[in-house]
């Protein structure tokens, strides 16, 4: 999606001087059809919700008694900046139990979600004029935060047909002397690609430390597991949390890894900027971690078979998907034959059959021309949105080859 023209410099009355860095980020589309969404069910509508990344799924009991019993006791003040120490160490043993490595509790610093940790690692590596490569599509925010930092976001195609498999030879064909940083996300948010450790590990050793976010780590639907990034390289950041794993996501709970050397500068940034994490919140996340396995792996079962059956469903209504994606809880649809404009065929199919998906835009040039439908979501939902779909398709696919031939 191109730039928008940068902010005017006064308003009307010559009173207000905005930013262009305000006017650089982009909307992020998927909030934009969830509100519209929300104004439409506030007129009496029903939306079949398949736009955002929400599982609708229970917290794990054990998240919810500790929220509970930590405001009985009056948590509700300041933590250490970097999070709780009980947290920090519940983190630790984590990854040890999931993915056999080690982490030093300090390495961790807790934040209100990924989003505050991607703010305060972009933070600590981009200087005006630096470049993060990305590959795309990708996940809407993350040149946002390149841009806010005064950075340029630098985007590594990739493609259906391949799984939308990062190519370590093009990230290295887009390298320069100004690449800070090299963002990868396994499994992915758009596309459900799970990178395979051959591919991470070349693309660690490009040089610029990788920006790995591992917050649907867990969520893969096959025999083996993601790599994560903790595997490979201690110069790297990981971004991870509870939101999507154990289906709590409004807790907005995450944190970053990140090399020693760091860690006073993400420390000294977050103390000005966030303060910390929620006590509480910090309480469910260390109940999570300890007590909600079960839960988790419950909810990636079942997201399996709602994969099964959205995907059917859409390739029966005519969408291309070349590969069953392997992780998280999307699909990344091909919907050209309905529509070239993903942002309008994602709107108009909001307000005509009233099911919420996200504009293949959202995620970057790579992915104009596609929808994406998250899964997470009761078979109910799945299967009315289906079935609300198909008249409008036959007729937008109708209208579409009728445009394409005059």
């Given amino acids: 999606m191109p730039d928008r023209d940068p902010a005017p410099a006064a308003d009307s009355e010559g009173s207000l001087r905005l930013t262009a860095r305000s006017s ?12 519209r969404a929300g104004e439409l069910e506030r007129a009496g509508a029903s939306i079949a919700h398949l736009e955002v990344g ?22 509700t003040g300041y933590t250490d900046s970097r999070g709780l120490w009980g947290l920090r160490e519940a983190i630790a043993r984590d990854y040890r139990q999931r993915i056999g490595v080690d982490v030093a509790p300090d390495r961790i610093l807790v934040t209100q979600g990924t989003s505050s940790a991607m703010t305060l690692v972009f933070g600590c590596l981009v200087e005006p004029g630096d470049e993060v490569l990305i590959p795309t599509p990708h996940y809407p925010c993350y040149p946002n935060f390149v841009r806010f930092c005064g950075g340029e976001p630098i985007f590594v195609p990739t493609d259906a047909a391949s799984g939308w498999q990062i190519d370590p030879d093009r990230v290295r064909a887009a390298l320069t002397p100004r690449t800070r940083a ?28 990788l920006v790995s976010d591992e917050i649907y780590g867990g969520l893969v639907h096959g025999p083996t597991r993601a790599t994560s990034a903790l595997e490979l390289d201690r110069q790297g950041f990981v971004l991870d949390g509870i939101s999507k794993r154990y289906a709590m996501t409004g807790f907005r709970l995450g944190w970053v890894v990140a090399p020693e050397a760091a860690m006073r500068g993400l420390q000294v940034m977050q ?4 303060i910390s994490a ?8 260390i109940a999570a971690l300890m007590e909600g ?39 990344l649809a091909d919907a050209r034959r309905f529509g070239p404009d993903s942002r309008a065929l994602a709107f ?45 398709l036959s007729e937008l696919a109708a209208r579409t080859a009728e445009a394409s031939q005059s």
């Fill in 271 to 274: 103390q000005n900027l966030f």
């Fill in 293 to 331: 396995s079960a839960m988790a792996e419950a909810m990636r079962e079942a997201c399996g078979d709602r994969r099964r059956r959205l995907v059917a469903g859409l390739r029966r209504l005519g969408f291309g998907i070349e590969r069953d994606p392997e992780g998280a809880f999307y699909v």
């Fill in 278 to 285: 929620n006590p509480f919140v910090q309480q469910a996340g």
């Fill in 24 to 35: 650089a980020i982009q909307p992020f589309l998927a909030m934009e059809i969830m509100e």
């Fill in 182 to 209: 090299i963002v990868v996300a396994s499994p992915a948010n758009p596309t459900g690609a799970v990178q395979g450790r051959a591919t991470l590990e070349a693309l660690s050793a490009l040089g610029p430390p």
């Fill in 54 to 75: 929400e599982p609708e799924f229970d917290p794990p009991p054990a998240a919810i008694r500790a929220v509970t019993l930590a405001l009985e006791r009056g948590e």
């Fill in 348 to 392: 108009e199919i909001l307000e005509r059959a009233l099911v919420g998906t996200t504009p293949g835009i959202d995620f970057g040039e790579a992915a104009e021309g596609f929808l994406r439908f998250c899964y997470a979501v009761h078979p109910e939902t799945i299967d009315t949105a289906l079935d609300r779909l198909e008249p409008l």
